[in-house]
C-alpha cells in the first residue's frame, strides 16, 4: 500500500487499547494500523517516546459568540488553531438562534463565519432560545440535518436566553422522537436574580459578588429540575459545564435509575476553586457557572474517574482584558466565560493522568471517544480505527509548557493558567491527515477545517457509555 502520512513508533492510546504501532494514511482517512509500516515516499511523522491518540474533540465552544453587549475575542480562525495547538481536531459550537430566527437560517448564518475560517473541523450545536410551533417543527429538520443537539438555558433572562421550564420540557419531548439530546446550562434563574439584586443594592459590585450571586444551590437545584423534566418526557439530556458536587451527585443519582442522563464539565473547573474570585485579575475567571470549592473540584474527579462524568469540554468564550472592563463598576456587566480550549488535552494529563486520577485511556475516553459517541460523530471521529478520519495527536508527555497568555494562542491578552506549567502537551495535530500545526506552528491555510454532519443517536448507544466507563 502506499501512504501519503504515516506516524511511527508511538504508542497509540485509544478509549480501550494502549500498544505500540505505526499508523498509515491515505487521503483523509488511517487505512492501515500495523506494527510496522514503511513510509516508501509517505510523509513522515516520528513519534518515538509519544503518545498518539484519536484528535480531542471539544464539545463547547462559542466562537465569535454574539454575548452581554459584546462578542467573544475568538474568531473562527484563532480560535480553532488555539484548539489545533491544545489537540484538538474537532470543535462542537453553539448556533445561537436569534429572536424570532428560524433555526435553520441560524445554522446558515453560523456556516457564514465559520466555513471560510476554521481549520478544524465543526459541528454545532443549536441553541433554542425562541421557542414557537413553527421551531418546535424544526427541531427534527436540524437533527436530519447533522444538528441532533441543542442547547436550552434555565438563566441569562436578561439576555434573553431563558426557556421557561414548559418550553425545555416540549424540546425535549421533540428532540426525543428524532433520537437527538438536549443540552442544558443549569442555574436557577430567579435565585441568581435575587441575590445579584441585594448585592447591588449594597453596592457590592466587585468580581467576588458575581461567584457570590452562585451559589453551589443555583446549579445543584437547576440539575435536581432539569433531570424530572428529562424524566417526564423520557427524554435523554446533558448537563453542560457542571461545576458542583450536588450537580453530580444528581447526575449519579440518575443513572443508578438508568436514566440516559450524561453530564460534562470544563477544565477550569478542575484546576482551581473559588479562592481566585479574591484574585486581583478576579474578573478573568467571571464565567458561568462560576467556579466552587475545594470540595467541588474533587467530587469533579471523582466523576469523571468513576464514569458519571462523561466529558470533558472546554466552553471557549473569551474576552479581553478591555472587554472585562465592561463590568469594572458592576459584576453583572462582565462579560461571562474564559479561554479553555487549548487547555483540555494538557490539563488533564498533567493534572489527570499525572496524578492518578485517570488512566491513560479514561483521559483518551472522556476527551475524544464520549464526545464522539454522544453527538454522533462515531465511529468517524474518537478513535485509531481502519476508516476512520485520520485525526490524530501525537503528545509528547514530557514537554513542559507554562501556560501564559504569549505561549497560548486564543487571541486574548490574559490567561487563567498563567501560573501554571503543563507537563505533557500536542507536538502535532492532523486533521483528515492533514498535519495542521506542528510545535505551535500553524500549517494549513484557514478554512481547511470542514463542517461535519452529525447522526442522530440512539438511547442504548449512550446508554452504552455509562456500563463499565471508567477505567
Ligand atoms: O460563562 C460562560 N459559560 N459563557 C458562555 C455562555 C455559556 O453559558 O455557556
Ligand atoms: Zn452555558
Ligand atoms: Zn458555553
Redesign the pocket.
Known sequence: MKFDLVVKNGTIITAADTFQADIGVQGEKITAVAQTIAPDGAKLIEAKGKYVIPGAIDG?T?ME?P?MSTTSADDFHTGTFAAACGGVTTIMD?ALQGKGESLMQTARNWHAKADPKVVTDYGLHMIVRDLNDHILAELGEMVQYGIPSFKV?TT?RKEGLLLDDGAIFRVMEEVRKHNGIVGL?CENNDLIETLMAGFLKEKKTSPEYFRKSKPAEVEGEAVQRAIMLARCAGAPMYV??MSTQYGRNRVWEAQQEGLPVYAETCPHYLVFADEVYQRKDAANFV??PPIKGAADRAALWAGLANGDISTVAS?H?CFTTEQKKMGEDDFTKIP???AGTEAILPILFSEGVRKNRISLNLWVRITSYNPAKLFGLYPRKGTLSVGSDADIVVFDPDKKVPMTAKNLHSRIDHSIYEEYTATGWPVATIVRGQVVQENGELKVDKGWGKYIARRPVTESETLSLLVGAAT
Open positions: 463547547h462559542h459568540f454575548f453553539f438555558f441569562y446550562h453542560v459545564h464565567m458561568s466552553d468564550c461571562n466565560g474564559v
